[in-house]
């Protein structure tokens, strides 16, 4: 083999346990040697029983055949803010240390009933807000891995586990995969199931996921969402239409996330693309304050029982940002709000009659160093808002040599067209 067993893709561990080339509990054991490697420094766990984890791939090995599911013998890491019936799931809180839910979230029954092995539950920042754990970078430990799904994408990026659960609310997937160099997906809201999943704002959070390839995540995105996988193929896509946005924030973005832009344009076009500058409509610049307000309100409500019977025990972090904006926030500047996101979503729908597909930055440039700062978000929440699909494809590199994502965005309910998408463009980028 070519490669060490952790650095497999999901799809090729779980073609080699199909073909009985490689026993679930093997996988398992070369991840978990991985883990004890990069663990004491990366920190991207917050729970993790070995003995659980062999447990489960034995359980997976003795399954006959017939039984198995598309995810069979793969493990992921879990969010700390998604439900498990059998291990601690504390939402980055002490105010919740040692809880254990009675039943799983859907999208971890969902992977477990596809034979997917849950690996351990990964660090959050508090309430997938913005008070970060422990986490450091996979690739310069004085840097953050980003927030707040900071623990999945380390954990992805360190090769520990080949797939990873998260959630965005701002910026929470699309960043974090931008600065740690993994293939990072935020579904269509409302695309996969949120049930058994703490609350921030209801109307922007959405499940996410990251993998180390683009069919790992359409493999996974099918498995969440019901639906038959269909692997992408590059070749599928013929001469698409593409916008470079740099969006109304452009200003804030470093000159290494222009100079990908300007890169990726060019070797869209050199592969068929059509490619034109997408300057958003006015009231887009709007969307930044927009969704300050809208998660807000509604993170200040999500968070009622612990504001109001243990705010002592809150961050200030989240009591001066979400919880008091929450609480400062008028209901008619909140309606406002979002009616302005409901607007530009009609909009949205509109001006991708002219696209397939946008490029925009994922990120405002390198992972910054520190971990008490998990980043600029200012270039996720407008589209988590407009309630589009994102992809971030690693492959770049700034001047510090940390990674940067290309971020692919596409139209509302296009997941799968955006999927097949991010794989013509990978390859047409960075081959």
């Known amino acids: 083999m070519d490669r060490p067993l952790h650095a497999l893709t999901a799809i090729e561990a779980a073609g080699q346990i199909r073909r009985g080339r490689l026993s679930s509990l093997d996988y398992a054991e070369a991840l978990l040697a991985q883990a004890a490697a990069r663990e004491p420094v990366l920190r991207a766990f917050a729970h993790l029983d070995a003995g659980a984890v062999r447990a489960q791939a034995r359980r997976r090995d003795a399954q006959a055949p017939g039984g198995r599911g598309a995810l069979h013998g793969v493990p992921l890491a879990v969010k700390d803010v998604i439900d498990t019936a059998d291990m601690p799931t504390t939402y980055g809180s002490p105010i919740h240390a040692g809880h254990v839910p009675r039943r799983d979230a859907a999208v971890v029954a969902l992977a477990r009933a596809a034979g997917g092995i849950v690996f351990g ?15 450091t970078n996979p690739h310069d430990p004085e840097r953050t891995p980003g927030g707040s799904s900071s623990g999945s994408a380390a954990a992805v990026g360190a090769g520990i586990v080949p797939l990873a659960l998260g959630t965005q609310t701002t910026a929470s997937v699309i960043r974090p995969a931008s600065y740690c160099g993994v293939h990072g997906f935020k579904p269509s809201w409302g695309e996969i199931s949120y049930a058994g999943i703490q609350l921030t704002a209801a109307s922007l959070d959405t499940v996410g996921l990251y993998a180390r390839s683009v069919p790992d995540l359409a493999l996974l995105h099918a498995v969440l969402t019901a639906t038959p996988f269909l692997a992408p193929m590059p070749g599928n896509v013929a001469a698409p239409r593409i916008g470079l946005c740099r969006t109304p924030f452009a200003d804030q973005a470093e000159p290494c996330v ?10 869209a076009e050199k592969a068929g693309a059509t490619v034109v500058e997408c300057v958003l409509p006015r009231p887009f610049a709007g969307l930044a304050d927009a969704h300050r307000w809208v998660s807000a309100w509604e993170g200040a409500r999500s968070l009622a029982f612990e504001a109001t019977r243990h ?3 809150l961050s200030a ?29 009609l909009e949205m729908d509109a001006l991708f009659a002219e696209y397939d597909a946008l490029i925009t930055p994922a990120a405002a440039g390198e992972a910054p160093k520190g971990l008490a700062f998990t980043g600029n978000a200012v270039f996720g929440g407008l589209w988590t808002l407009l309630h589009v699909p994102c992809l971030s494809l690693p492959g ?30 990978e390859r047409a980028v960075f081959g």
């Open 396 to 425: 770049a590199r700034g001047p510090a040599g940390m990674p940067i994502g290309l971020q692919l965005v596409g139209p509302r309910g296009g997941d799968r067209r955006l999927l097949e998408l991010a794989a013509w463009l």
């Open 258 to 267: 222009h100079a990908l832009l300007d890169e990726a344009a060019r070797a």
């Open 317 to 345: 972090d989240i009591l001066e940002g979400r919880i008091r904006d929450g609480e400062a926030c008028s209901v008619e500047l909140y309606r406002a709000s979002a009616r302005l996101g409901e607007r530009c979503r």
């Open 311 to 313: 705010r002592d025990r």
């Open 121 to 135: 539950k990964a660090v959050t920042a508090e309430f997938a807000n913005r008070a970060p754990g422990p986490t």
